[in-house]
């Protein structure tokens, strides 16, 4: 499944899209055909304009303030993804970019708040050490904010949410906080909201409005990362939701 995952998404859709033409022949109109997809598709996907439009239709609302948490009892910030040997805090790993924006936002509404923290990331390849590791330290040291649950179990957002959740029921939490970055944080609130608890979505890092004119339209890898980001999200909300269509099928 998780190679299926990769393979519908850029750029290797869009390769193997070019392969298919050029085995059938681009002097054959089907195989011409397929050759030009697979190369219009990716440079489009990599333009300001198609990245901003693919992650705006999945952004929620961001928080009026840290006012809004209303009765939450705890904030939950997700892993999203570590660098492998960083060299600059002296930790082995640490946290990619996509973690230090949620981190950040996480310290901001706790100082805010004074809500405990949670923190949420495994070993997805069986590394020396848990992300939530690597994000408590980042909290500790870096932002000087504590943290009170250290979840480093899970591999992805379904487990992030069954861990968390059993996690916090020791304590009685039931309503939480919840922060990702916005394109990822509408799944994310569903998984939470499907082991019980009460989720505020507090989504950061929105997508940015396309430079104005032709600068809108040219093509970078910034944005065709930002578009197969977007698109694996898209992903996960499909299948997600034929999940649940073939679960009521079967009841």
Do not use: C
């Amino acid at each position: 499944m998780e190679i299926l995952k990769y393979l519908l998404l850029p750029p290797v859709i869009n390769a193997l899209l070019v392969l298919a033409g050029l085995l059938l022949g681009t002097r054959r109109i089907l195989g011409g055909l397929l050759v030009a997809l697979g190369l219009i598709s990716l440079l489009a996907l990599a333009t300001p304009w198609a990245s901003h439009a693919l992650r705006q239709g999945l952004e929620p609302e961001p928080l009026p303030g840290p006012g809004s948490l209303g009765r939450a009892q705890a904030i939950v910030i997700l892993g999203g993804g570590r660098d492998y040997r960083a060299p600059e805090f002296g930790w082995g790993d640490a946290p990619a970019n996509a973690t230090w924006r949620r981190l950040a936002y996480g310290a901001h509404l706790h100082r805010e708040s004074g809500l405990p923290i949670l923190v949420s990331g495994g070993r997805v390849h069986d590394e020396h050490s848990a992300e939530a590791s690597l994000m408590a330290a980042a909290l500790r040291e870096v932002f000087g904010v504590p943290v009170r649950w250290l979840e480093g179990e899970s591999r992805n957002t379904a487990e992030n949410a069954r861990l968390s959740a059993a996690m916090l029921a020791h304590d009685d939490i039931e309503r939480i906080a919840l922060v990702s970055q916005a394109w990822h944080l509408p799944r994310a609130s569903a998984e939470f909201e499907d082991t019980g608890l009460t989720v505020i979505p507090a989504p950061t890092e929105f997508a940015s409005a396309p430079p104005p004119g032709l600068h809108g339209w040219l093509p970078r890898a910034y944005h065709l990362h930002q578009s197969t980001r977007a698109l694996h999200e898209w992903l996960g909300r499909a299948t997600r939701s034929l999940g649940s269509r073939l679960a009521d099928l079967t009841r």
